[in-house]
């Protein structure tokens, strides 16, 4: 097999893998080490309080939690609307169901009533039907949960009309929504609709500011004074609670102001990555709608996993998302270089 200079591999390396790889900025950098801190547990840390504000304005809730990771901000947005024996309905695919270690059975105690969907969009007649009765030999259904953009599809946008329909439903039944968001700014650079007109489809809602945005740590969960009030005893039990996160919040604020505004060059570069590996054969893209790429391995012999190690040799790091297929994102960190690069790891990993 060919492959690029070794010099240059370990000199260099194109990592698609995440957004979450992303380093903090200079200016990011610079108001962690200026950050004005409290001890946010006893008296408040004025940072992450104006962190909490500011993403509760772009939300349009009335507060916020931080939180250091999405799937804890996911599970205390969760973990404030059911009880033990709940059952939730949530898309068979979603995050908070397939990627955060059991946590809904095993922090909350509730089962799920899973349904398919069209990349995440769940059809509000079968989320009526999933509705359990008023009945003794029923679990009670404590809660419906969405997710946009959707990961699993690649990074598809759920449109809005249709969260709107699941929303009129879910409250047409008095259940709540919560809304996973860990990458919501990236569906509102794609789509154009304001984060807040998608937040209002729901009761809370979780963004991440150390995918796309490119903070070190961090994400949120949002949603009314009531909500929060249980938030929070939800967040300590789970030790979420931090003390000088001014630090960490600092660099958020940079994420939330600046990161967003960067988003549609990523979803551009993956665009161009989609039509790079189209162009090989015995590989297939969709068109990406943000900064997911999924991309099939359709050459007899060649699995997504192999075809990873081989890249790895080359210079280049990107996950398989199941044994057919490669999820690559674009983020920050990467660009046209690192494109050209994979153009050349991919033609030597095809080699043989």
């Known amino acids: 097999m060919s492959s690029i200079d070794p010099q240059r591999r370990s000199d260099f390396r194109s990592d698609f893998r995440s957004d979450t790889v992303t380093r903090p900025t200079p200016a990011m950098r610079r108001a962690m080490a200026d950050a004005e801190v409290g001890d946010d547990v006893l008296d408040g840390d004025p940072t992450v309080r104006a962190l909490e504000a500011r993403t509760a304005e772009l939300l349009g809730k009335e507060g916020a939690l931080f939180c250091p990771s999405g799937t804890m901000a996911n599970q205390v947005g969760i973990g404030a609307w059911v009880r033990p024996g709940d059952e939730v309905i949530v ?45 003794i030999h029923c679990p009670p ?72 945005l490119g903070a070190p740590v961090g994400s949120l969960v949002a949603g ?37 505004e960067r988003l549609a060059e990523d979803h551009a570069l993956a665009k161009a990555l989609a039509q790079l590996a189209n162009e090989r054969e015995g590989l297939a893209a969709g068109l990406p709608e943000t900064n997911l790429v999924l991309v099939r391995v359709e050459r ?45 790891a991919l033609d030597a990993a095809l080699a043989t």
């Open 91 to 135: 898309e068979h695919t979603a995050h908070v169901l397939s990627y955060e270690g059991g946590a809904l059975g095993f922090l909350h105690g509730v089962q799920t009533k899973t349904l398919t969907s069209d990349g995440g969009a769940l059809d509000p007649d079968e989320v009526r039907a999933a509705v359990r009765p008023d009945f």
């Open 141 to 212: 259904t404590g809660l419906v949960c969405v997710e946009q953009s959707h990961m699993s599809s690649g990074g598809r946008v759920v449109p809005l009309a249709n969260l709107e329909a699941v929303s009129t439903v879910a409250r047409e039944l008095s259940l709540p929504v919560h809304l996973d968001g860990a990458r919501l700014f990236n569906a509102v650079a794609a789509s154009g609709v304001a984060a807040e007109r998608y937040a209002a489809c729901a009761d809370s809602v979780q963004v991440c500011l150390s995918k796309g």
């Open 224 to 260: 009314s004074n009531d909500f929060l009030l249980r938030a929070r005893v939800v967040r300590k039990r789970l030790g979420g609670w931090m003390r000088q996160a001014g630090i960490l919040a600092a660099a958020g604020l940079i994420a939330l102001e600046e990161g967003r």
């Open 300 to 344: 007899p012999g060649l699995d997504a996993p192999t075809l990873v190690g081989r890249l790895a040799e080359n210079g280049v790091d990107v996950m398989a998302l199941s044994p057919e297929t490669l999820r690559f994102v674009t983020h920050r960190d990467v660009g046209p270089p690192d494109l050209e690069r994979l153009g050349l």
